[in-house]
């Protein structure tokens, strides 16, 4: 335990032992503006590329900066993902069947996720939400990451990174981190960005996953029914029926006329299960609401706003059919447990923490400028709509140094084979 306001969960160290991939902790600051207090340990995993190993000296480095906040990077690729089969657990998608052909990956568990790197006890009703948003916001995230860098990258060995859906913000803050090792380039894909309208994204969101609700209307005409059906299922069983809801993370997602049937697979795999095979799947599916996203999204994207009083104007202003997957609707029932997270919940919304610092539009810029930057924009993006990204990325533009490109695969695009080939290419061509 880190401190009383910020109870943690012990790590089985033989998380390091592993047959294909090298893993490591690296020891940092809790609290970066107290460099001599106390400290935790954040782990990092250098994936092996395609027919080599981690040590595999002809690949350079890219660091992943995975999305969230509150998210492991156990979610990006699980501690056991079969090397043997190149397939992962449940059949879930597999992020890196792409990327190792052209690098070696480095997966960073972000410090306080349920992954290994100081993992927050979210059950105990000791905890400081404003401790958290304050300690474990993207700000020491982009810290934690130069660490890393340092940790395995050589003294002027190239490397890159990919700064992923909320990576874009400590990615952002590395590039104007003091003295931090400057990348041969950096990729923004589907990224968030700093100084962003907190109201605007709400609408532009909402609007998008209202498209995609229809588009799926469209390509399975008697979904409202499957849907409704599902609902009534769960309320059978006595399950949270807001785990439908939760099922917008697959809005979109995936290769264009592919993610509509894997919503269809999901819903049909929910009808034959039990009430803890469908809580454990969702929860594994990141299709529950999470405390920790909740303070974080706070603190790092909505300066002012909590994702509930958020969801309450977009509800509001953009209706849904009762039949769609609302991902407002999950939102609601954030720690709704009757109990000290209810409380905790009910405090942050009358009183959001303070957000997260970032460095000044200038400081940002002249990061950019020491290195190159590629924006990606993706279609059928659930979370990041790609015009309202393109007016965003306009102000972070330098020429000569800065990129943005249009992607198919929604939210995961820079995953899929054209975002491989994609940075491959930007990442062939001369400064």
């Not at 809580?279 to 405390?291: D, R």
């Not at 899929?416 to 930007?426: C, I, K, L, R, S």
């Given at each position: 335990m880190t401190s009383h306001a910020l109870p943690t969960k012990a790590v089985d160290r033989s998380v390091l032992v592993h047959a294909h991939e090298r893993r490591g902790f690296v020891t940092v600051p809790l609290d970066y503006a107290e460099p001599g207090a106390a400290t935790i340990e954040v782990l990092y995993r250098v994936l092996p590329p395609h027919g080599g190993t981690p040590d595999d000296a002809s690949k350079p480095f890219v660091f992943?900066?995975?999305?969230?906040?509150?998210?492991?990077?156990?979610?990006?690729?699980?501690?056991?993902?079969?090397?043997?089969?190149?397939?992962?657990?449940?059949?879930?998608?597999?992020?890196?069947v792409f990327l190792p052909q052209s690098f070696r990956v480095v997966l960073i568990d972000q410090r306080g996720t349920d992954g290994s790197s100081a993992p927050l006890d979210m059950d105990d009703a000791r905890l400081d939400a404003r401790a958290v948003g304050r300690l474990y916001s993207s700000d020491s995230v982009a810290r934690d990451v130069?660490?890393?860098?340092?940790?395995?990258?050589?003294?002027?060995?190239?490397?890159?990174?990919?700064?992923?859906?909320?990576?874009?913000?400590?990615?952002?803050?590395y590039l104007?981190?003091?003295?931090?090792?400057?990348?041969?380039?950096?990729?923004?894909?589907?990224s968030a960005l700093p100084f962003e309208d907190p109201l605007a994204n709400t609408r532009?969101?909402?609007?998008?996953?209202?498209?995609?609700?229809?588009?799926?209307?469209?390509?399975?005409?008697?979904?409202?029914?499957r849907i409704l059906a599902a609902r009534a299922h769960l309320a059978a069983l006595g399950a949270e029926a807001t785990i439908i809801d939760g099922m917008y993370v697959l809005l979109g997602k995936g290769v264009p006329g592919q993610w509509e049937p894997g919503v269809v697979a999901r819903l049909e795999r929910l009808?034959?299960?039990?009430?803890?095979?469908?809580?454990?799947?969702?929860?594994?599916?990141?299709?529950?609401?999470?405390?920790?996203?909740?303070?974080?999204?706070?603190?790092?994207?909505?300066?002012?706003?909590?994702?509930?009083?958020?969801?309450?104007?977009?509800?509001?202003?953009?209706?849904?059919?009762?039949?769609?997957?609302?991902?407002?609707?999950?939102?609601?029932?954030t720690g709704q447990d009757g109990g000290w997270r209810e409380a905790m919940v009910a405090d942050l919304d009358r009183h959001p923490p303070e957000p997260t610092p970032f460095p000044s539009l200038e400081a940002l810029r002249a990061g950019i400028a020491r290195t190159r930057a590629l924006f990606t924009a993706a279609d059928n993006d659930a979370f990041v709509p790609a015009d309202l990204y393109r007016e965003v990325v306009a102000?972070?533009?330098?020429?000569?140094?800065?990129?943005?490109?249009?992607?198919?695969g929604g939210h995961n695009a820079i995953f899929?084979?054209?975002?491989?080939?994609?940075?491959?290419?930007?990442a062939a061509q001369k400064a």
């Open positions: 992943v900066i995975n999305g969230g906040p509150g998210i492991s990077a156990r979610f990006y690729r699980p501690l056991d993902y079969d090397y043997a089969k190149q397939a992962m657990p449940g059949g879930g998608f597999d992020r890196f130069r660490a890393v860098i340092e940790t395995l990258a050589a003294p002027g060995e190239p490397f890159y990174i990919i700064a992923q859906s909320y990576g874009g913000l400590p990615g952002m803050q104007a981190l003091d003295g931090a090792p400057v990348p041969a380039g950096i990729v923004f894909s589907s532009a969101r909402r609007n998008e996953q209202l498209r995609l609700n229809l588009q799926l209307r469209q390509a399975v005409p008697d979904i409202a029914q009808m034959g299960q039990s009430k803890a095979e469908i809580e454990a799947e969702a929860e594994a599916g990141l299709e529950t609401p999470s405390l920790l996203n909740y303070i974080l999204s706070s603190v790092n994207f909505s300066p002012g706003y909590t994702d509930r009083t958020l969801a309450i104007v977009g509800s509001r202003e953009i209706p849904f059919e009762p039949w769609m997957i609302d991902e407002h609707e999950m939102i609601m029932r102000r972070f533009e330098v020429p000569g140094h800065t990129e943005i490109r249009a992607l198919p899929h084979a054209p975002g491989h080939e994609a940075m491959v290419a930007w």
